[in-house]
Antibody
Framework: EVQLVQSGAEVKESGESLKISCKGSGYNFTTDWIVWVRQKPGKGLEWMGI????????RYGPSFQGQVTISVDTSISTAYLQWSSLKTSDTAIYYC?????????????????WGQGTLVTVSS | QSALTQPRSVSGSLGQSVTISCTGASTDIEDYNYVSWYRQHPGEAPKLIIHDVNKRPSGVPARLSGSRSGNTASLTISGLQGEDEADYYCCAYVARYTYVFGSGTKVTVL
């Protein structure tokens, strides 16, 4: 069974650093991109960024460029999302998901499965 | 890029049909033929229900269907059931392996 298992909930203070993880299993981790998605309390899904584990090529959404860093460790089939200095506005649930593709076109793709989510709470 | 536009909420009675639209600026999205849809129940992670505009993964009932016209994709839920009460999000590819989600639609079953 293909699974993405995320690290547990975090409670941090503003200004602290944080790294959360997403471990893949049941498939070849290096061949499919991993995406990160933010969901603030009571709000919708926001696409943050994506990484290709095969060569660590990472892309970011305009609102997240320079705000977070996405990385990967293929030796343990794990992707990471990290902050160097958290803000209270980073309080949210963060999901990872596997990008699947249906053909040669990059647009021919979707996200499945998803991790269970990691709740990050940042206080002032 | 801006989020794709979805109605904030739609509702229908048990057994009825509802349709959720997903519209983007024509220049934002590389190809509207590959919109995907996700359902999210409260307290749960999103789940893929439609990809490539109208293809259903294994286990997704046929009463969930997708379509597309120009720069608008739509999700139709026929024969509404209690389990359909959830939030629904569309997603489209922008360019260079970046994507954008829709604003989300809450479906209420009356």
């Amino acid at each position: 069974e293909v699974q993405l298992v995320q690290s547990g909930a975090e409670v941090k203070e503003s200004g602290e650093s944080l790294k959360i993880s997403c471990k893949g299993s049941g498939y070849n981790f290096t061949t499919d991109w991993i995406v990160w998605v933010r969901q603030k309390p009571g709000k919708g899904l926001e696409w943050m960024g994506i990484i290709y584990p095969g060569d660590s090529d990472a892309r970011y959404g305009p609102s997240f460029q320079g705000q977070v860093t996405i990385s990967v460790d293929t030796s343990i089939s794990t992707a990471y999302l990290q902050w160097s200095s958290l803000k209270t506005s980073d309080t949210a649930i963060y999901y990872c998901a596997r990008r699947r593709r249906g053909g040669v076109l990059a647009a021919n793709s979707w996200f499945d499965p998803w991790g269970q989510g990691t709740l990050v709470t940042v206080s002032s | 890029q801006s989020a794709l536009t979805q109605p904030r909420s739609v509702s229908g009675s048990l057994g009825q049909s509802v349709t959720i639209s997903c519209t983007g600026a024509s220049t934002d999205i590389e190809d509207y033929n590959y919109v995907s849809w996700y359902r999210q129940h409260p307290g749960e992670a999103p789940k893929l229900i439609i990809h490539d505009v109208n293809k259903r993964p294994s286990g997704v009932p046929a009463r969930l269907s997708g379509s597309r016209s120009g720069n608008t994709a739509s999700l139709t839920i026929s024969g509404l059931q209690g389990e359909d009460e959830a939030d629904y999000y569309c997603c489209a590819y922008v360019a260079r392996y970046t994507y954008v989600f829709g604003s989300g639609t809450k479906v209420t079953v009356l």
